[in-house]
C-alpha cells in the first residue's frame, strides 16, 4: 500500500455561488473529485473563531486537536508550544518507526538540510520534516524531477532568480507520482489556493484552481494506474468564499481514491482522525497511541 497526501491549504466546502471558484467550469477535476469520492470534514475543531493553518496543519499531521491544546486558532507559523507537539511526534515519524518510507516532495531550494533548520519561520510541514530529515526534498532532487515545487510548474521559482525550467502541470504530476511510487508514503503541499484565497481577486483565484486541476488530472490518473491510494485534504476553507478576505467554518473535503478509499472515508469526520487513520491503514494491526495532551491556555 502506498499513499499520495495531497495537502491543498485553504479549500473549504461550500454551494454554488458567483464568489465561489470552486466550480466545474474552473476546476472539472477536483469537482469531480469532490462529488464523487469525497466525505466533508470538520475543520473548527470545537473552538470558536476561524480556523487557522498552524493549528488545523497541527491537528492533521499529529491526530492532536492542536486549536483546544493551544486554546485558540494559531495562524501561519507554529510557535514554541506547536512545534514541540510537533516534533514530539507526527505522521511520518510514527510511519519511519514502522520501519517505512515517506517523502515530502516539495522541494527546498537548498543544498544541505541545515540550510533549513536556521530558517527563522518555519511551516508546520518543515517543522515535521526535520523531524525525519531523510525525507526533505532539495533543489538536486529537484533537478533530477524527483520533486515539485509548491506552485506545481517551478513559475514563481523561475521569477524569483532561482534557475529552473518552467514545466507543464502534468510534468509535475509525473514527477510527483514517480516519486510516490518509490515511497510508501508521500506529502505534497500546495498553499496559493489559500494566498488566492486571501487575495479575493476571482481571476487570480481561477488560475490558481486551473493550474491544480491540470495537475490532479495527471496525478489521479497515474496513481489510478499504479495502485496508488491519493489522499486530498485542506486545513481549513478560504478560496470558495471571495467575499471575505480571511479563512471560513466551512468544512473541507477529504478525497480518497484508490485501494481502500471507501474504508479510510468512512473513518474519518475531522481533521483529528487523519493521522490515526492513515497510520492504521499503512501499518496493519497498529494501533496508534492516543496522545493525552493537556490544554496549555
Ligand atoms: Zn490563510
Redesign the pocket.
Given at each position: 500500500m502506498k499513499v499520495l497526501f495531497l495537502f491543498i491549504?485553504?479549500v473549504g466546502l461550500r454551494a454554488p455561488a458567483p464568489d465561489n471558484p470552486v466550480r466545474p467550469e474552473v476546476c472539472p477535476v477536483l469537482c469531480s473529485l469532490i462529488e464523487k469520492h469525497s466525505v466533508s470534514i470538520d475543520a473548527c475543531l470545537a473552538v470558536d473563531g476561524l480556523p487557522?493553518?498552524a493549528t488545523g496543519q497541527a491537528t492533521m499531521f499529529t491526530g492532536v486537536n492542536a486549536s483546544q491544546y493551544m486554546g485558540r486558532h494559531c495562524?501561519?507559523f507554529p510557535g514554541p508550544s506547536l512545534r514541540k507537539l510537533i516534533e514530539e511526534d507526527n505522521i511520518m515519524m510514527e510511519l519511519t518507526r514502522k520501519g517505512l518510507r515517506c517523502r515530502f516532495a516539495d522541494a527546498y531550494m537548498i543544498d544541505r538540510v541545515d540550510d533549513l533548520r536556521v530558517r527563522r519561520f518555519k511551516s508546520v510541514t518543515t517543522v515535521m520534516a526535520l523531524t525525519q530529515p531523510d525525507v526533505i526534498s532539495t533543489q538536486d532532487d529537484l533537478m533530477e524531477n524527483q520533486a515539485v515545487t509548491h506552485d506545481i510548474t517551478r513559475a514563481t521559482f523561475k521569477e524569483k532568480g532561482h534557475d529552473v525550467k518552467v514545466i507543464t502541470p502534468r510534468e509535475a504530476a509525473e514527477h510527483l507520482v514517480q516519486v510516490a511510487r518509490a515511497y510508501d508514503f508521500t506529502l505534497f503541499e500546495f498553499?496559493q489556493s489559500?494566498?488566492s484565497?486571501?487575495s479575493r481577486n476571482y481571476d487570480q483565484a481561477c488560475e490558481t484552481l486551473r493550474t491544480l486541476d491540470a495537475f490532479l488530472d495527471g496525478v489521479v490518473r497515474l496513481c489510478e494506474a499504479s495502485g496508488i491510494l491519493m489522499i486530498l485534504t485542506s486545513d481549513?476553507g478560504?478560496i470558495e468564499d471571495l467575499s471575505t478576505r480571511?479563512?471560513t467554518r466551512n468544512p473541507v473535503p477529504f478525497i480518497a481514491l484508490g485501494p481502500q478509499a471507501g474504508q479510510v472515508m468512512n473513518a474519518v469526520s475531522s481533521l483529528i482522525d487523519i493521522t490515526p487513520r492513515l497510520t492504521r491503514l499503512l501499518v496493519p494491526g497498529y494501533v496508534p497511541v492516543q496522545r493525552v495532551v493537556k490544554p496549555i491556555g
Open positions: 491549504d485553504g487557522q493553518s495562524e501561519g498553499f489559500d494566498l484565497g486571501h481549513h478560504n480571511g479563512h
